[in-house]
């Protein structure tokens, strides 16, 4: 910086005039503003950047300003420039307050040593040509906390204690649907309320769940798992609520506690909750409403501290209906429900998919991780997969065992499919990230007119469907047009 004690009066003036003026224009114009001292410390911050303070986790500037800026502000970088003197112009900075494109500048005495720090944020809601970059760099800084949580849990697994085995970064895929259901679910991880994953069996419904716990303020408690489904009915009470001691017959003397108090200020997993017992729904409902569970043979109350996640493959809205289960339960569990995606809702995932798995299935086997060849992994991408990510795992490593080699190709997968009892679809037959009925006979006969009405009618839609985006190679936004209805609607119908 130009030393002022050469200039001019009225030159060093102008000088200060200007310097005032800009620090004047970008506490104005900006969208926040910092001072740090030169020992990193907030000593002053606009009004524009107090309405970040919430979400930050401070009610008043009084508690946010006089802190260290790397206790206050998650990803700071303020540190760095007070260490080196050297600004960073442009930079994205992501943290609890959201993202945002910020500016860091060293302040020098007369002397030219640094004694402290401007903040400047430029933009809390960058321009739309930045967006796909912010959006990536945003995601790209989640894997990497998700991957630093991964690892924080494998350490304190040492202990013994019972913890989440995925965390978000295990949930492959960036196709629009994947990256949805990721976001929905961080939210949820962020609360204390019920969560319910909705979706069809194979689609990592649980491996959501342990994400949303390691994401959690529990993450540092237990993590316990209940596949309601794989327990006897008569045993589900005392897996639940444990029991005393002498409770029935053949049970411990001692007692034995239930998984409610083995989750206790952790995560409780409920799989399969679609399955429940109706005598037990009543029960799961006071659990959860009073925080307080009784266990077998016991007319003691205990007070428990659990956050539940339920998961279920089936429709509980129509068993609501049919009355297999409790209305009052659905709307207590139905608190923040997060529909997981089947996987063709999401096949720009399937090559992403089939490496991870490829890499799980040569680790288990002692084998050299499976290649595929262009046209296998274009077959894998045509199918409906009905099981989902489970059955194509399980299509991938019956084609690898049998493989004289590790490279596959499509007629190893082919075999393979028709064996399963399901004939291989063509790419040309499933469009890419499309669900569509197969075709059914575009001329019935009257016997065939005697059908519900709702059928007939999904199945002409199916067939234009089909027909819309066969002749737009594809294209949803020209076939919507094409048949003459919203995008939005389309995309609904698929």
């Given at each position: ?10 030159a ?15 506490a ?20 524009q950047?107090?309405?970040?303070l ?9 508690d946010?300003v ?5 206790e ?12 080196t ?6 930079d ?7 993202t ?6 060293p ?5 030219g040593?640094v ?8 933009f809390d809601h960058?321009e ?8 990536k ?22 202990s ?46 649980e491996?959501?769940a ?5 994401a ?6 237990a ?5 309601i489904?794989?327990?006897p009915?008569s ?16 049970a ?11 989750a ?7 799989d ?14 006071r659990?959860l409403?009073?925080?307080?569970i ?16 339920a ?14 289960f409790?209305?009052?339960l659905?709307y207590r569990?139905?608190?923040?429900p ?8 999401r096949?720009?995932?399937i ?5 991870v798995?490829g890499e799980?299935?040569?680790l ?14 274009g ?12 059955e ?5 490593e019956?084609a690898?065992m049998r493989?004289?080699s ?9 075999a ?8 291989p ?11 569509v ?12 007119l005697?059908r ?7 199945e002409?839609?199916?067939?234009a469907i ?11 936004v020209a076939?919507a047009k094409?048949l ?7 995309y609904?119908?698929?």
């Amino acid at each position: 910086m130009e030393n002022t004690d050469t200039l001019p009066r009225d030159a060093q003036s102008i000088l200060e005039l200007a310097a005032r003026s800009m620090f004047d224009l970008f506490a104005n114009a900006s969208e926040g503003m910092m001072l740090v001292d030169r020992a990193a410390r907030v000593v002053w911050i606009n009004d524009q950047y107090k309405r970040f303070l919430p979400a930050l986790g401070y009610e008043r500037a009084e508690d946010f300003v006089g802190h260290l800026v790397s206790e206050v502000v998650q990803n700071t970088q303020m540190h760095h420039v007070l260490e080196t003197g050297k600004p960073i112009l442009i930079d994205l900075l992501t943290n609890r307050a959201g993202t945002f494109v910020v500016s860091r500048i060293p302040l020098r005495d007369a002397a030219g040593q640094v004694i402290g720090a401007l903040g400047i944020v430029l933009f809390d809601h960058p321009e739309t040509t930045l967006q796909p970059l912010i959006e990536k760099f945003a995601r790209l800084q989640r894997d990497l906390d998700d991957a630093r949580r991964e690892l924080a849990s494998q350490r304190l697994q040492g202990s013994g204690q019972r913890q989440s085995k995925y965390t978000f970064a295990s949930f492959v895929g960036q196709s629009p649907a994947a990256v949805e259901v990721k976001r929905q679910a961080r939210r949820a991880a962020q609360s204390s309320s019920p969560v319910l994953l909705l979706g069809e069996t194979g689609t990592g419904k649980e491996l959501l769940a342990h994400a949303i716990h390691a994401a959690s303020s529990r993450a540092k408690a237990a993590f316990i798992s209940v596949n309601i489904a794989a327990v006897p009915e008569s045993l589900l009470e005392a897996e639940f609520f444990g029991y005393a001691p002498g409770a029935f017959t053949g049970a411990d003397r001692k007692g034995r506690d239930g998984k409610f108090l083995l989750a206790s200020g952790g995560t409780l997993f409920l799989d399969e909750i679609g399955d429940m017992p109706q005598a037990l729904q009543s029960k799961l409902l006071r659990a959860l409403q009073e925080g307080e569970i009784e266990p077998l043979g016991s007319n003691k109350l205990l007070q428990i501290n659990v956050r539940v996640i339920a998961a279920t493959s089936r429709d509980l809205a129509q068993l609501v209906r049919e009355g297999t289960f409790r209305e009052d339960l659905f709307y207590r569990l139905n608190v923040l429900p997060v529909r997981v995606p089947p996987l063709r809702e999401r096949r720009a995932d399937i090559a992403a998919l089939l490496e991870v798995l490829g890499e799980d299935v040569a680790l288990r086997s002692g084998l050299p991780s499976p290649e595929l060849s262009r046209e296998a992994l274009g077959l894998l991408e045509a199918q409906l997969w009905r099981g989902n990510i489970r059955e194509l795992r399980n299509v991938l490593e019956q084609a690898a065992m049998r493989s004289e080699s590790h490279r596959i190709e499509v007629q190893a997968i082919e075999a393979v499919l028709r064996e399963s009892g399901l004939p291989p679809l063509t790419a040309a037959a499933v469009q890419p990230d499309l669900a569509v009925p197969p075709t059914v006979n575009p001329a019935p006969d009257a016997a065939g007119l005697l059908r519900p009405l709702a059928v007939q009618v999904a199945e002409l839609e199916a067939r234009a469907i089909q027909a819309a985006l066969a002749a737009h190679k594809g294209n949803k936004v020209a076939a919507a047009k094409a048949l003459g209805i919203a995008r939005a609607t389309l995309y609904g119908r698929l």
